[in-house]
Structure formats: C-alpha cells, structure tokens
C-alpha cells in the first residue's frame, strides 16, 4: 500500500489532476485507514529528519513559508514549494501525530497535489474564495512551524545537556584551576628572570663605565639634549654636525708601576743635568789660573 500511495500521489499532478478532490481526499484517507499502515501513516519512512529536510528544501524556502504564514507576502511566492510540502504531508513525513483538518487537507491536495487554482477549488467546494485562502494559510503557517520544529530539534540535540553538561563543567573548572596555578608560576619565573637581566646590565654598565679605554668612546649628552639638538633637523639628507658640550671627567691615575717608571726618569734627568753643571764649572776656573800666571 505505501508504493500504491506515493505512485497516486505522483499521479495526482497528471492523469488525475481533474479528480474531484473530494475523491481524490478520500483516496488517500483510505490509505491511512488500512489496517497496514495504522500504526506508521509513512510506510516504512517515518518522521524526516533535518537532513532529508535540508536536502529538499533550504533555509530560504522555510523562511518563504514562515513569511506566508504571517501573512506577510502572496501565496504566489509559495507556489512553488505546495507540491513539495503537500507530498511530505500526505506521505506521512511530518510524523503520526501531526494532522490538518479535512478542509485544509483538501486545500493541499488540490492546490499541491493537482496543481489546480483557487477559483477552480472555490468553485468545487462552495466555498467564498477569501475563505478558501484563510483556510489555506492557516495549513500553510501550520506546516511551517512544524518543519522549523525538526530543524530546532536537531539543534537541541547538538547542544550539551544532562550528565554530559556535568562532566564538561568539572573539566572546565580543573582546566581553569591549572590554568590559575600555571599563570601564577610563570609570572613569578618572568619576574626572576627580569630581575636577574637587570643586575647582569648593571653590573656590565658599571665594569663599562670603569674602563677608561672603552669611556672615551661612548656618546655623550643625554635623551633631552639630544632631543632638543635634534628638533627640527633634517635627518633625511644625512648632512652637518652636531656638537653637544659635555664635562669631561680627569682620567684615573695609572697604576704603580707607571708611576715608578716615571719616578725613576725624572731622576736620571735631574742627576744628568747636575753633572753637566759641575763639569762646566771646574774648566772655568783653571783657564782663569792660567791666565794669572802669564
């Protein structure tokens, strides 16, 4: 029965479009009805899920339908979608539980089934043609809500709940207290190490600044001087001087044994140029002898 159903229902829309769907209604009813398919409307399918929905319909088709069903646009912006949900509907899809009245059942069978207009039905069923339509937007705006609920099902079940929630939570809060602890230690590590890097400069500044021979090189003037001699410079073109006037420290004394070298020279040129005086001295007087003499 469920093949005879899904090949009548496919047949509606051609060699049966012109069954009256009153016939065309109680056809199908029939099938539900069997004592086969009492227990399941949809043959061996069963409720969709929101992947055989998605792969029949798209988000922007659902958002058509819930806009319809708000009355919000024309039932032509949905006429392309009557066939789809009405062979979902009388296929069983939307689950046993689910059910539109005879009335709005016929509407989607003609209307989706047969392809059929609006004034064809409201002429089958005497019925005024603005009831027809409130009769089929309230199916319409039914089905919507009932598809929305499939796609919000699956989104529920992606969501973390119950004991699952309880273990995540725990394995959150020990990740969190490790993570605490772990900050904590590196912290103070950074602060070791930067108080070690610290001394090591000061200790390299002041062997630096002891060292007459490496001093005379280094760069004179402070940041503010240099800002201020700076200002307003043209730094691109490379060219001209800059002269920053600085004090000029009196270099240390040199260690002992340059001070005994030096010591021991100023010595020796002291008693060389004694005894060059006594010598000269001494040749002055014998000539002056000498000439008394004659």
């Known amino acids: 029965l469920g093949d005879t159903r899904r090949r009548f229902i496919t047949l509606l829309a051609g060699a049966f479009r012109e069954l009256e769907v009153r016939l065309a209604l109680s056809v199908l009813e029939n099938f539900y009805q069997s004592g086969s398919e ?10 969709m899920s929101a992947e055989e929905l998605e792969s029949v319909m798209t988000l922007h088709d659902l958002k058509r339908l819930e806009l319809y069903g708000r009355n919000l646009c024309d039932h032509h912006l949905v006429a392309d979608l009557l066939p789809v949900i009405s062979k979902l509907y009388f296929m069983g ?7 539109v009245s005879n009335v709005q059942a016929a509407l989607l069978c ?61 394995a959150a809060g020990r990740m969190r207290d490790v993570a605490q602890k772990t900050l904590e230690e590196d912290v103070a590590g950074a602060a070791t190490d930067a108080m070690k890097s610290m001394q090591e400069n000061n200790e390299a500044s002041s062997a630096i600044a002891d060292n007459d021979g490496l001093m005379q090189y280094a760069v004179k ?20 001087a800059i002269q920053i006037q600085t004090t ?22 002291k008693n ?3 005894g060059g005086k006594k010598s000269s001295g001494g040749k002055k007087t014998t000539k002056s002898k000498k000439k008394g003499k004659w």
Do not use: C, H, Y
């Open 221 to 240: 003037g402070s940041d503010k001087q240099w800002s201020k001699l700076l200002d307003g410079k043209d730094l691109e073109g490379g060219t001209g």
């Open 248 to 269: 000029r420290t009196k270099r240390k004394a040199v260690d002992e044994e340059d001070m005994k070298q030096e010591a021991e020279k100023e010595k020796l040129l």
């Open 272 to 274: 060389t140029s004694t």
């Open 93 to 99: 899809r939307f689950g046993t539980e689910f059910n």
């Open 38 to 47: 009492k227990s399941n409307r949809s043959g061996n399918s069963g409720k």
């Open 110 to 170: 003609g209307l989706g089934l047969q392809n059929r207009t609006v004034e064809s039905l409201t002429r089958e069923l005497n019925l005024p043609g603005n009831q027809v339509l409130a009769m089929f937007n309230k199916a319409v705006r039914k089905l919507s809500i009932a598809l929305n609920a499939i796609l919000e099902e699956k989104e529920k079940e992606a969501l973390i709940g119950g004991e699952k929630r309880k273990k995540a939570e725990a």
